[in-house]
């Protein structure tokens, strides 16, 4: 049961289109998976279109010089006898060291890089163009573990499939998870899982020789 969802402030501003498209895309993902915040960006959705048309019709009525037949508009939408049928895609999937996973849609047009392994963990980066957000797909294979850290930024992790914890908590697929660096944690996984994963900044090892660590924190970053 997806328990970590998105704050409605962030699912506000997804509405409105004004976050960066590697948050906007793990909302629409989580949304995909969990009933209760798809519910309420299509409320949001309706409540903002409402707020937009309102707008858009007063600006319209005001105009002096504005003139449109909407008869016509519409005659001419109708007239077309154009059927358009959609066919149905097939999803896109992914093999990680032996593990199969569906990838889903709101990133499967994305370039990805090739996977890189270190130890239990794999890594493929999103080419999203985001300057200093960096958006990957992690995958950690069953037992494995990442060194307990903070955050300089902030640091979003969507699980896509499986499972891990922390001492923050338990996380299911779906689970929308947003640290900063107020949060010190130490995810492990007993079966594995893969995340797709958005930070601002590198990962702060809080124990062991920080230069050690640095090549993981380098490699999740």
């Not at 569906?102 to 300057?131: M, T, Y």
């Amino acid at each position: 049961m997806i328990t970590h969802h998105p704050k409605h402030e962030l699912l506000e501003l997804h509405v409105k289109g004004q976050l960066p498209a590697s948050i906007s895309a793990a909302i629409s993902m989580h949304a995909e998976m969990c009933p209760l915040c798809k519910d309420k960006l299509e409320e949001l959705t309706l409540s903002q279109s409402t707020t937009v048309f309102e707008s858009t019709s007063s600006q319209i009525n005001t105009a002096d010089n504005f003139d449109m037949d909407f008869s016509n508009m519409i005659d001419s939408i109708t007239s077309s006898d154009k059927v358009y049928i959609e066919k149905p895609v097939a999803p896109k999937s992914v093999n990680v060291r032996g593990h199969e996973y569906i990838i889903p849609r709101a990133i499967d047009k994305v370039a990805q890089s090739q996977w890189q392994n270190l130890g239990k963990l794999s890594r493929a980066r999103l080419d999203l163009n985001e300057g200093d957000l960096h958006t990957s797909l992690l995958h950690i294979d069953p037992t494995g573990t990442v060194p307990a850290h903070t955050h300089k930024g902030f640091e979003l992790t969507l699980l896509l499939d499986g499972s891990f914890e922390d001492e923050l908590g338990a996380y299911t697929k779906g689970d929308f998870i947003w640290l900063t660096k107020s949060h010190t944690h130490k995810p492990e996984t007993k079966d594995g899982c893969l995340c797709y994963t958005v930070s601002s900044n590198a990962l702060q090892f809080t124990k062991g020789l920080a230069r050690i660590l640095n090549p993981i924190g380098n490699f999740i970053y």
